[in-house]
């Protein structure tokens, strides 16, 4: 089963508006941590930012902020602003200790495919 | 401050050949080290893991092996490449403090 889902293959946007990226996960773990990555065209991976499952807050880092749902097990990405520097890939990780063990292990999903138009 | 190291940044190889790929970090101890794959236009697979010395977890059966001979080094290998090895690899390392990963610059691999 998939441990982390990225239901949009592709999203597009129009500068200066805001994007949801979606991300749900599948874990039995109760301390996982949520991340987002960007990856370009160059393929380097950014990180851009993470929750904990049990921060209270909604992460937030300059124009990107995670609406964590926990009940619904959802981690969506919410680019404010959009730039057309923003235009990547964009992956949902989840880091959750291995199963019977006492290592984490990161997973990624699919990945989305940002395209911002002038 | 903490780097990771990953080379070659391409390679190209014939069906069959060996593989060797390294990836190094300075600057930290006992990191938790990732080796991921992404296929053209695909997400990243998780491959091996490793969170010390000796240990390594492998994700998929594949035709692939890792091995961490230092604390630091993580390498990826081969015996004979097929051509679905073809893909962007991906080395990464955390640290045990719950921090997120960080990732080398990733290894292009075609295999021809």
């Known amino acids: 089963a998939q441990k982390i889902t990225q239901t949009q293959p592709g999203m597009f946007v129009q500068e200066k508006e805001a994007v949801t990226l979606d991300c749900t996960y599948d874990t039995s773990d109760p301390s996982y941590g949520l991340f987002w990555y960007k990856q370009p065209s160059s393929g380097e991976m950014i990180f851009l930012i993470y929750?904990?499952?049990?921060?209270?807050q909604n992460a937030t880092e300059g124009r990107y902020s995670l609406n964590f749902q926990k009940a619904r097990k959802s981690a969506n990405l919410v680019i404010s602003a959009s730039q057309l520097g923003d235009s990547a890939m964009y992956f949902c990780a989840m880091r959750e200790r291995e199963s019977g063990g006492s290592n984490y292990k990161l997973t990624f999903g699919k990945g989305t495919l940002l395209t911002v138009n002038p | 401050s903490q780097t990771i190291h990953q080379w070659p940044a391409t390679l190209v190889q014939p069906v069959g050949s060996p593989l060797s790929l390294e990836c190094t970090v300075e600057g930290t101890s006992n990191p938790n080290l990732y080796w991921y794959r992404q296929a053209a236009g695909r997400g990243l697979q998780l491959l091996f893991y490793s969170v010390g010395i000796g240990q390594i977890s492998s994700e998929v059966p594949q035709n692939l092996s890792a091995s961490r001979p230092q604390d630091r080094q993580f390498i990826l290998s081969s015996k004979k490449l097929l051509l679905s090895d073809s893909g962007f690899y991906l080395c990464?390392?955390?640290?045990?403090?719950?921090?997120?990963?960080?990732f080398g610059q990733g290894t292009r691999l075609t295999v021809v």
């Open positions: 929750q904990g499952s049990y921060d209270q």
């Open positions: 990464a390392w955390r640290s045990k403090l719950n921090t997120e990963a960080f």
